[in-house]
């Protein structure tokens, strides 16, 4: 075929129509492949997600085993408000139940450590009392600003996340050296703790 006849194909109006309607079908082919992919992998992760998060709740209740927990809470003005007052962020916020009976809250609080943001779980139970705390994610040093994510135990034999579980707001403020022990050479991730809890209590003080 000479050259100009191909150059008189390339140009038919009947091979372009062809070659654009061959083009469209296979993009959104691909595109409903690609959707239906990421739909599957969104309902996986969502479900590991929600599997995390229930974990990290059990942790943090007087009553893992009979305690249920409501879907994430619309958070109000009111409730992120009190956290940024402690220069923390309020990221979550779950109703807690056992027995049929309200039992408090679990909040998941982002609060500054000595490397970066040290994401926690806090169950506070109905009467304004801590119950535990959890690390869900941080990035503190390894064997100094660690210690204290693993719960390390203090001297009085006590883990050191485990030493709120009992403290409430009723006294004032939590504060590392007066009533909070902190880790030796670990001061910095202590009061990040400690300042995610002080923002769990108030949190929990203005949902009531």
Known sequence: MSKENKEKVQMDPKYILTLTVTLFVTCVIVAGLLGGVNAITADRIDAITKEKTEAAMQKVVADPEGSTFSDALELTEEMTAAAESYGATLAEAYAVEAGGAPAGYTLKIDA?????????????????????????????????????????????????????????????????????????????????????VNAALAVAGVMG
């Open 112 to 196: 500054s450590g000595s490397q970066g943001i040290i994401t926690m779980m806090v169950g506070v139970d109905a009467e304004g009392v801590v119950t535990g705390v959890s690390i869900v994610t941080n990035a503190e040093t390894a064997g100094i600003g660690s210690k204290v994510m693993s719960n390390e135990l203090l001297p009085s034999g006590v883990g050191v996340l485990d030493q709120f579980q009992g403290k409430s707001a009723e006294g004032g403020d939590l504060v590392v050296g007066s009533g909070v022990d902190a880790i030796s050479g670990a001061t910095v991730s202590t009061k990040g703790v400690t300042t995610g």
